[in-house]
C-alpha cells in the first residue's frame, strides 16, 4: 500500500501522523511537492518535487495513484478527479472524500470562491489544531483499516 501527500498545502502535523502510521503499518509514503521539502530521513518516505507550474503536483498524484492508495490532499478538485479515478482521498482535517460528497464539496467550495473574488468573506481554514489532529488521526485509521481488508 501507499499514501501519497500532496506535500505543498499538508500541515506539518498530519504529514507527521501519516509516517508515524507507515512505521507502525509498513506502507511507503510519497510526498509530491511543487518546491523543495524538508523529509524525514526514513527509507519509507519518498519525495518527488514535480516541475512547478498550474496544477503538476496534482496532475503527478492523479497520474500515478492508483486504486487501493491514499491520497491526503485539501484541494477539493484534485479530490474529485482522484475520487472518479477510484482513488481514496482524505483531507488533513479528517473529512473523506467520496462519490456521494463530491457534488455538496464541490458547490461549496465554488461558493466560497466567489464570495472572496467578491470581497464578502476573506481569510483561510482555521488553525490546525489538536481537534484537527485528532479527526484526521481517526479518519486516517479508519481508511488505511478499510483498504488494507479489500487489498
Known amino acids: 500500500m501507499r499514501v501519497w501527500i500532496d506535500a505543498d498545502a499538508c500541515p506539518r502535523a498530519a504529514k507527521d501522523l501519516v509516517v508515524k502510521f507507515a ?9 509530491v511537492a511543487g518546491q523543495p521539502q524538508t523529509k524525514p530521513g526514513l527509507a519509507i518516505v519518498k519525495l518527488i518535487v514535480v516541475p512547478s507550474g498550474p496544477d503538476a503536483a496534482d496532475d503527478y498524484l492523479v497520474e500515478h495513484a492508483v486504486p487501493g492508495e491514499l491520497v491526503i490532499c485539501s484541494d477539493i478538485p484534485l479530490a474529485d478527479r482522484l475520487v472518479k479515478k477510484g482513488v481514496a482521498a482524505l483531507d488533513p ?20 470562491t ?20 485528532q479527526a484526521f488521526a ?7 483499516t478499510r483498504l488494507t481488508r479489500q487489498s
Do not use: C
Not at 473523506?96 to 466560497?112: I, P, S, T, W, Y
Not at 466567489?114 to 489532529?133: H, M, N, T, V, Y
Open 23 to 31: 512505521l507502525k503499518r509498513r506502507f511507503e509514503v510519497v510526498l
Open 93 to 112: 482535517r479528517g473529512k473523506e472524500f467520496d462519490a456521494q460528497n463530491m457534488g455538496e464539496r464541490l458547490a461549496v467550495r465554488n461558493l466560497f
Open 114 to 133: 466567489d464570495l472572496r473574488e467578491q470581497g464578502q468573506i476573506s481569510g483561510g481554514p482555521a488553525p490546525f489544531g489538536e481537534r484537527e489532529k
Open 138 to 144: 481517526n479518519a486516517l485509521d479508519r481508511i488505511l
